[in-house]
């Protein structure tokens, strides 16, 4: 009861939040550091494939146990689930991180992680099309712009010249799409399952099919692991499955919205860190200009629906 009130709470709610999205902004360094130790060329796509597999392996196990230990439940899935947690794996795993692993591997850390903040843009278009009461209105319509140009100004080096490759940039861009597909898979098909299971079942399927596909990397020795690059995997596989899973707490005492609004702080964790433990890494104009105009967008477009749960507990009080 401690801890549901702790989550409940506005306080929890925040604290909570900004731990998730720090987690998540601190994967771009941390990635990159990786392929550093590894020796990773930027074209050696199956080893960054083979590496994502154990990352996204290793967090199944984590939340599998999460589930079995703590909340004692089976682990087993009906037969009518299996079909569309493959889908979901292949988006949200499979195609997702390669492209994410191999995008990332072309271009900066903190370029990264404000490319990945499209997928909250295109979450709120694709949603206008979908779903009845959920269509783009004034506020998110200049919040869409404001950080719809953060993520142009980014891909715009210091000199005015469009700095954009289809492996680095567009590889971001295609990770972005494919979460986007996923969050509604996930948000349609999920609502009479075990939100850990399903988690941990997509990372496993999508993952096993990785690590498959990566193993002749190992079979040559192609990744040749220091004590610093086995600590940071084992990092990133925690990272995933304690945000992912603190996260999917948050949604079950608060409504998306309220909590959407302070993933703004994923591009600019990945940001500061990336430059704290990157040498290569520097804040140039543009990188800061659009860490702005993307943080407004998302603030912005999630701002409503803050509102009006306010407005909504308040009328329920009265009440």
């Not at 199956?46 to 196990?61: C, E, S, V």
């Amino acid at each position: 009861m401690e801890k549901e009130s702790f989550f409940r709470s506005n306080r929890g709610c925040i604290l909570t939040s900004l731990i998730c999205t720090v987690l998540w902004g601190s994967a771009f360094p941390v990635l990159k550091i990786t392929y550093s130790e590894l020796n990773m060329i930027s074209t050696d796509y199956n080893g960054k494939i083979f590496l994502a597999g154990i990352r996204f392996l290793l967090a199944a196990i984590m939340i599998f146990a999460y589930v079995k230990f703590f909340q004692k439940e089976s682990l087993r899935i009906k037969r009518k689930d299996f079909g569309w947690i493959l889908i979901l794996g292949l988006l949200q795993t499979t195609f997702g991180y390669f492209f994410f692993y191999n995008g990332l591997a072309n271009t900066s850390a903190m370029k990264g992680a404000i490319l990945g903040t499209l997928e909250n843009f295109l979450v709120v278009i694709i949603a206008h099309f979908i779903y009845k009461d959920d269509k783009i209105n004034h506020r998110k319509v200049i919040g869409l712009t404001t950080g719809l140009l953060g993520v142009i100004i980014v891909n715009w080096g210091g000199k005015f010249s469009l700095d954009f490759k289809f492996n680095g940039e567009g590889f971001m861009i295609l990770s972005a799409i494919c979460s986007a597909a996923a969050t509604f898979l996930a948000k349609e098909k999920g609502k009479n399952i075990n939100i850990f299971l399903m988690s941990a079942w997509q990372m496993l399927l999508g993952s096993i099919l990785m690590v498959l596909w990566g193993i002749p990397v190992i079979n040559n020795g192609g990744l040749n692991f220091t004590p610093l690059a086995f600590s940071l995997l084992i990092y990133s596989a925690l990272l995933s499955a304690v945000a992912f899973s603190l996260w999917y707490v948050l949604l079950k005492y608060h409504k998306a919205g309220d909590i959407s609004l302070y993933k703004f702080m994923i591009p600019v964790s990945g940001a500061i860190l990336s430059v704290m433990f990157i040498p290569e890494e520097s804040l140039t104009w543009n990188v800061i200009l659009s860490l702005i105009l993307v943080s407004l967008g998302i603030i912005l477009i999630n701002k409503k629906n803050t509102d009006k749960s306010k407005r909504n507990a308040l009328s329920s009080k009265v009440s």
